[in-house]
C-alpha cells in the first residue's frame, strides 16, 4: 500500500537543494538529511540518497567520489544560475515568447524593473 504523500511534488528535491547551495563543502546523504530537520518531516536516508540520485541525473547535482560511504554532493550550478536556466527553458517551451516576456514584466515589483534596467544599461 502506498503512503500518503506529505510534500507537494518536487518539493523535497528543491529543499535538497536549498540545502546544497547554504553548504560551504560537499556533503555527504546523512548531512543533507541532518540539514532537513525543521523542513517538514524528515526523509528516510535512502529516500535523500534516491533524490540526490536523481537530480544528479538531471545535471542539478554532482556526485564526487565511488565509495558508498564517502559520496559527496555538491550543486552543479548556484541558486541564480539554476533560476536563470530555468527561466530560459521556460521561455523556450512557449509559442509566443514576446507575450510571455511582456506577461513576466508586467508582474515584476518596481525594484526587480530597476534591477532589470540597470541590468540591460549596464550590459
Same mark, same amino acid.
Given at each position: 500500500?502506498?503512503?500518503?504523500?506529505?510534500?507537494?511534488?518536487?518539493?523535497?528535491?528543491?529543499? *535538497?537543494?536549498? =540545502? $546544497?547551495?547554504?553548504?560551504? /563543502?560537499?556533503?555527504?546523504?546523512?548531512?543533507?538529511? #541532518? @540539514?532537513?530537520?525543521?523542513r517538514?518531516?524528515?526523509?528516510?536516508?535512502?529516500? *535523500?540518497?534516491? =533524490? $540526490?540520485?536523481?537530480?544528479? /541525473?538531471?545535471?542539478?547535482?554532482?556526485?564526487?567520489? #565511488? @565509495?558508498?560511504?564517502r559520496?559527496?554532493?555538491?550543486?552543479?550550478?548556484?541558486?541564480?544560475?539554476?533560476?536563470?536556466l530555468h527561466?530560459?527553458?521556460?521561455?523556450?517551451e512557449?509559442?509566443?515568447?514576446? @507575450?510571455?516576456?511582456?506577461?513576466?514584466?508586467?508582474?515584476?515589483?518596481?525594484?526587480?524593473?530597476?534591477?532589470?534596467?540597470?541590468a540591460?544599461?549596464?550590459?
Amino acid at each position: 500500500m502506498a503512503g500518503i504523500r506529505s510534500r507537494r511534488r518536487g518539493e523535497l528535491e528543491q529543499q *535538497v537543494m536549498k =540545502v $546544497l547551495w547554504a553548504a560551504e /563543502e560537499p556533503l555527504g546523504a546523512t548531512q543533507v538529511r #541532518d @540539514a532537513l530537520q525543521g523542513r517538514g518531516p524528515v526523509p528516510a536516508y535512502t529516500t *535523500v540518497i534516491t =533524490v $540526490l540520485d536523481r537530480l544528479t /541525473e538531471k545535471g542539478m547535482v554532482v556526485r564526487h567520489g #565511488d @565509495a558508498p560511504r564517502r559520496v559527496r554532493f555538491t550543486a552543479a550550478r548556484s541558486e541564480e544560475e539554476q533560476a536563470s536556466l530555468h527561466m530560459r527553458h521556460t521561455l523556450d517551451e512557449v509559442d509566443d515568447r514576446r @507575450a510571455a516576456l511582456l506577461r513576466f514584466a508586467g508582474e515584476l515589483t518596481d525594484d526587480d524593473l530597476d534591477v532589470l534596467r540597470r541590468a540591460l544599461r549596464d550590459d
